[in-house]
């Protein structure tokens, strides 16, 4: 299985971007995506998924502003970040195969991206 995710960079406070995660090697549209970021001198947070069915999830502090989505036919799950705050800089990595619920965030398993810089300017 070989993941990438993809779309980083550097925004002013306010601005947007799109990351996304694209795998290949397994039945993409059976597999739960999650995405999770780790700040410097952070613990890693897994802060939205998207399940097989279409299930959403987005802890507290992106809901709102950011937006998961997926194409099974391109394999590839987008996320979509609209106002950024400089509190969401942070490396961003997506886990394809791991597990969510609408009220629980996507657990670290599965397997892993390289990661994408997010770095949000005030």
């Known amino acids: 299985v070989e993941v990438v995710d993809s779309g980083g960079g550097l925004v002013q406070a306010g601005g947007s971007l799109t990351l996304s995660c694209t795998a290949s090697?397994?039945?993409?549209?059976?597999?739960?995506i999650g995405w999770f970021r780790q700040a410097p001198g952070k613990e890693r947070e897994g802060f939205s998924c998207?399940?097989?069915?279409?299930?959403?999830y987005y802890t507290h502090s992106v809901k709102g502003r950011f937006t998961i989505s997926r194409d099974n036919a391109k394999s590839t799950v987008y996320l979509q970040m609209n106002n950024l705050k400089p509190e969401d800089t942070a490396i961003y990595h997506c886990a394809v195969d791991t597990w969510c619920s609408t009220d629980e965030p996507p657990l670290i398993r599965g397997y892993w991206g390289q990661g994408t810089q997010v770095t949000v300017s005030s």
């Open positions: 090697g397994l039945r993409f549209g059976d597999v739960t």
């Open positions: 998207i399940t097989q069915s279409g299930d959403l």
